[in-house]
């Protein structure tokens, strides 16, 4: 069913046991996730099925009520800090100041990470996001594809081994929506663990090594893509999806 | 801020009338009260910034602690408190003829904006989060800072009266004190005000 | 509280409403009718038996507040801002009383209404205080995020208050003070008496009201627990 890591190879994320509840109503009911080290994972679920909560505790910005959440080998409770360095995240905002450049944006969070030589790299993703040009535009200015490739940029900037995205391709016009397609693509091509939650079927489907889904506050169904036929999936989604209020 | 704080003082002028006599013991309350409601205008501000964006959750996956992130909103909103404070004193002496540049004085202004910046930093990260937020920091922010306020307006008066030290070292350990709890406890306390 | 005060409720509910009723009773014979009137301020004195009772109790639940705030975030279980929250109300009315009484009392023997005398203003700042921190869970749309933010009300607003009352003090020391009934000490036995008796029954009516505002936070919270359930089946 699920795959394993293989010899040599190690889980990036494991969530054991997680329960999050808001206002005393569970949004995450013991939930168990496992992910392994270079793999690309989507996320479905409807809406309220608790996606950007489980992208949050797996960031280290909210906590879990039980359980533990193992992220390259360390604990987050006690080495959130640590695990921090080896995180990249893209939620539904952009964690930009608005009223500065992205360039000032940019070197402000990278002196938050201690990143080595900041200004080769930030000309560096810069350059990868196609921002070159924008680098001293204000990002209020920007069109909403070009602050979600700042947006990137940032998540990108202390070169993490793990990048969680938050239904990423919300708002995104059809040619932003691309470009952010092949970004994600040559990230996964370079190894980079990546969890993203999406509505997306095809995103989902095409850039996913596995998929699951997130249904009634936990991981109801993962499995590997490659074991996987469209219709099947069809199926099992909108079972899941339906069920869910 | 600063040209609110100044419209506060000359509210107060017409208020009270100030003038003569009555300046050396009207002045240290008109002083405090405009720089608290300076003060609580300006901490409105402090995280409206981040929570425009996200910015907050973007601070929070940095590699640093919770407390860190007091310690840096606190150190900003002091010194910018100080900022206006190096503008209005020198006004407001100008304004009431007092000789308010005195190294004791000074040093009331300092703790005092400590102490103001401890708490507002922490209910101002309480305030971002609800409704009417311009309602909920002074609801907040006044009652527990009305120690700061009273050893602050006291401790002017009495420099202005050319009171002895000895006297106004209690006052000035009072608001010391203050500032140590409360930089401690908001400290402590600010990762669970941060929590989602 | 869940299960805690589901006990306490089932085991000294009933007990603890007989007890807080019949000792109202003795107490209102006492004050009213046994308790010898006192010479110099007269039958207004009386008032004193139901003013320093309140005030204890406020302070207990204020003290409550505190406590159940702390472990509130520390342990993250929603008992124990239940038992904050329904304190914090209780608190609050007590406050209240103590301050109505006290004005009452004030009137024939001050003179006047209010004036500003530490306990006085520092009363006033503590009620203050913890209307802010019943007013800011209504005021934040997550519940649970509402009750964080109230629990460090709770704390800074409980460590806040002996300094509030101190500088108050000495505020007033360095004025001229106003008249303040200093011949608390030395109380006559009887008077006394009547004020213990006073004490422990606002304490167990204190604690009863306590059981019944957890109780029914408990059923609030129960019968919205059945609606989702409900919404979730349908």
């Known amino acids: ?245 | 801020m600063l040209v609110f704080a100044l419209l506060v003082i000359v509210i107060f002028n017409f208020a009270f009338d100030v003038r003569g006599e009555a300046v050396a013991l009207v002045a240290p309350g008109v002083l405090w009260v405009t720089l608290t409601f300076a003060g609580v205008l300006g901490f409105n501000r402090a995280f409206v910034l981040e929570k425009d964006r996200g910015c907050l959750e973007g601070l929070m996956l940095c590699p640093i602690d919770r407390g860190t992130i007091y310690w840096g909103k606190m150190a900003a909103s002091l010194t910018f408190m100080l900022v206006v404070e190096a503008i209005v004193l020198p006004l407001f002496s100008i304004f009431f003829n007092l000789p308010l540049f005195m190294p004791s004085l000074l040093l009331i202004a300092f703790i005092s904006t400590v102490g103001f910046a401890a708490v507002g930093t922490l209910f101002s990260a309480i305030a971002v989060h609800t409704r009417a937020r311009e309602i909920m920091l002074p609801l907040l922010f006044f009652p527990v800072v009305v120690p700061v306020v009273i050893a602050a307006v006291e401790g002017t008066g009495m420099v202005l009266a050319v009171a002895p030290w000895a006297s106004l070292v209690p006052w000035l350990q009072l608001v010391v004190a203050f500032d140590i709890i409360f930089l401690a406890v908001s400290w402590l306390l600010f990762e669970y005000v941060l929590e989602e | 509280m869940a299960e805690g005060a589901g006990w306490g409720q089932k085991i000294l509910g009933r007990p603890l409403l007989i007890f807080s009723f019949g000792a109202m009773l003795v107490t209102l014979y006492l004050v009213f009718l046994w308790v010898p009137t006192e010479r110099f301020q007269g039958i207004v004195q009386r008032i004193f038996y139901f003013h320093v009772p309140p005030a204890w109790v406020a302070f207990l639940a204020f003290f409550i507040v505190f406590v159940g705030s702390i472990l509130y975030l520390w342990r993250g279980e929603g008992r124990w801002d239940d038992l904050a929250y329904s304190s914090a109300e209780l608190g609050v009315v007590f406050t209240t009383v103590t301050l109505i009484t006290g004005s009452l009392w004030g009137k024939p023997i001050w003179g006047v209404w209010w004036t500003w005398d530490p306990r006085l203003t520092a009363t006033a700042i503590l009620w203050l205080i913890y209307i802010a921190y019943l007013m800011i869970r209504a005021y934040v749309a997550e519940e649970s995020r509402g009750a964080r933010f109230a629990a460090v009300v709770g704390i800074v607003g409980f460590i806040d208050v002996p300094i509030v009352y101190l500088s108050i003090r000495w505020w007033r020391t360095l004025h001229p003070a106003p008249v303040v009934l200093t011949s608390e000490e030395g109380l006559p036995p009887a008077m006394l008496l009547t004020l213990i008796v006073s004490l422990v029954t606002f304490t167990a009516l204190f604690i009863h009201l306590l059981f019944q505002r957890l109780s029914l936070r408990q059923m609030v919270a129960e019968v919205e627990r059945l609606k989702e359930a409900q919404k979730e089946e349908t």
């Open chain 1, 1 to 245: 069913m699920m795959s394993g890591p293989g010899s040599g190879e190690a889980w990036a994320i494991e969530a054991l046991g997680i329960t999050k509840s808001f206002s005393r109503r569970p949004v995450l009911r013991n939930l168990h996730l496992k992910v392994a080290e270079g793999s690309f994972l989507t996320i479905f679920g409807a809406n309220g099925s608790g996606k950007t909560t489980l992208i949050k505790l797996l960031s280290t910005i909210a906590r879990p009520e039980t359980g533990s959440i193992v992220i390259a080998g360390m604990d987050t409770r006690e080495n959130a800090t640590q695990v921090r360095r080896h995180l990249g995240v893209i939620l539904h905002q952009t964690l930009l100041y608005d009223d500065l450049t992205v360039q000032e944006n940019l070197r402000f969070y990278g002196r938050m990470f201690d990143v080595p030589r900041l200004e080769e790299r930030i000309a560096f993703v810069a350059h990868r996001g196609g921002l070159n040009s924008r680098l001293l535009h204000p990002v209020r200015t920007l069109s909403r594809g070009l602050q979600q490739r700042a947006a990137i940029c940032r998540a990108l900037l202390h070169d993490p081994a793990i990048l969680l995205l938050d239904e990423p391709e919300t708002g995104l016009d059809r040619h932003a929506s691309l470009a952010f397609w092949n970004t994600l693509a040559s990230l996964k091509e370079e190894g980079k663990t990546i969890v993203m939650t999406t509505h997306n079927m095809e995103w989902g489907l095409n850039l996913g090594d596995q998929v699951a889904i997130l249904a009634e506050g936990r991981i109801a169904y993962q499995e590997d893509k490659a074991t996987l036929s469209r219709a099947t999936f069809d199926g099992i989604y909108h079972r899941y999806t339906e069920v869910s209020p």
